[in-house]
C-alpha cells in the first residue's frame, strides 16, 4: 500500500519505474539511480499510516533525499509492520545525489528515528 509518492504514478509498478527512468536520463552515466531502503518496526509495535509516513519523510531528508521522486510503501507481508522507501539519486533539478556511505548512512539514520519514536 503507498503511502506517499512524489513526482511518479503510484498506482502501477510500471509507470512508477518508467517515471524513476525518464528522470534517471538526466544523467545518463548515472550507473546506480536508485536507492531502496527499508524501516521496519517491531513486532506487535501499531503505528498509523501517518506516522509511518512522518518517519519515512524524516528518514528521507536525514539522507539528503528530499528534492527527488520517491514512493513509501507499506508492507503487511510479514510478521512485522514495515516500510519500503524508493527514491531516485538524480534529483529534480537534474544533479545527481550524493550516495556514498549510503548503506552507512542509512543504518545511523534509522538508528537514531528509533530513538526518537
Known amino acids: 500500500m503507498t503511502l506517499e509518492a512524489e513526482g511518479v504514478r503510484d498506482y502501477s509498478y510500471r509507470l512508477m519505474a518508467h517515471y524513476f527512468e525518464m528522470q534517471r536520463r538526466d544523467l545518463p552515466g548515472k550507473s546506480k539511480a536508485v536507492f531502496h531502503g527499508i524501516l521496519s518496526f517491531y513486532l506487535g509495535e501499531s503505528l498509523t499510516d501517518e506516522q509511518m509516513r512522518i518517519i519515512a519523510k524524516e528518514y528521507l531528508e536525514k539522507l539528503n533525499m528530499s528534492d527527488t521522486q520517491y514512493v513509501i510503501a507499506k508492507h503487511t507481508d510479514r ?12 534529483g529534480n ?9 549510503i548503506g552507512y548512512s542509512g543504518k545511523k539514520v534509522a538508528q537514531a528515528l528509533t530513538e526518537k519514536y
Open 79 to 90: 510478521k512485522h509492520l514495515h516500510l519500503h522507501i524508493v527514491a531516485n539519486f538524480v
Open 93 to 101: 533539478k537534474g544533479k545527481a545525489i550524493r550516495d556514498s556511505w
